[in-house]
T-cell receptor
Framework: DAGVTQSPTHLIKTRGQQVTLRCSPK?????VSWYQQALGQGPQFIFQ???????QRGNFPDRFSGHQFPNYSSELNVNALLLGDSALYLC???????????FGNGTRLTVT | TQLLEQSPQFLSIQEGENLTVYCNSS?????LQWYRQEPGEGPVLLVT?????EVKKLKRLTFQFGDARKDSSLHITAAQPGDTGLYLC???????????FGDGTTLTVKP
């Protein structure tokens, strides 16, 4: 049973560029949440997708957007990258609100 | 804004020692989770506590949820090098999908 898978594992981008990160949820899960984890900090909630719609959003600018597909997989898009966007981006899936989160191993984004 | 504060931020101990790490909030959460995260990996759920005053044991790990559901502690008995990692607490509220994380305690257990 595959867990949460994320791609790519590492990415280097230049300031001002755009990036797309991908996530496939654990089998049987229909809800996907994205978190940003800066070095030395805990994960910060970006947004959550359920039934192909953004259900909840954290305190992140509109440069951060997402999408969920009919097969429950999800993408995180970040436009106009800033140096401060360098972080580990974690995807977590769950069965429904309140059920445990299962995290992928993240995508390490470096903005130069 | 709900915040979770974890202490200590760093902890380095010898194998065999006992330790306790803390997670405190000024807000009430419906449930609280403890995760362990190793370098290059995502957090892995250790336990969920829901009821005020609840105590859960997972082998050498003991988790406690405060009576007011604002704080929690994790006690490790006879720590082993394999316990090394970042321990994160996170709070969730009913009908809210998001988890609010603390900044974690980095534990190093030396052989």
């Amino acid at each position: 049973d595959a867990g949460v898978t994320q791609s790519p594992t590492h990415l280097i981008k230049t300031r001002g560029q755009q990036v797309t990160l991908r996530c496939s949820p654990k089998s049987g899960h229909d809800t996907v949440s994205w978190y940003q984890q800066a070095l030395g900090q805990g994960p910060q909630f970006i947004f959550q997708y359920y039934e192909e719609e953004e259900r909840q959003r954290g305190n992140f600018p509109d440069r951060f957007s997402g999408h969920q597909f009919p097969n429950y997989s999800s993408e995180l898009n970040v436009n106009a990258l800033l140096l401060g966007d360098s972080a580990l981006y974690l995807c977590a899936s769950s069965g429904d609100t309140g059920s445990p989160l299962h995290f992928g191993n993240g995508t390490r984004l470096t903005v130069t | 804004t709900q915040l979770l504060e974890q202490s200590p931020q760093f902890l380095s101990i010898q194998e065999g020692e006992n330790l306790t790490v803390y997670c405190n909030s000024s807000s009430v959460f419906s449930s609280l989770q403890w995760y362990r995260q190793e370098p290059g990996e995502g957090p892995v759920l250790l336990v969920t506590v829901v009821t005020g005053g609840e105590v859960k044991k997972l082998k050498r790990l003991t988790f406690q949820f405060g009576d007011a559901r604002k704080d929690s502690s994790l006690h490790i008995t006879a720590a082993q090098p394999g316990d090394t990692g970042l321990y994160l607490c996170a709070g969730r509220n009913t009908n809210a999908g998001k988890s609010t994380f603390g900044d974690g305690t980095t534990l190093t257990v030396k052989p």
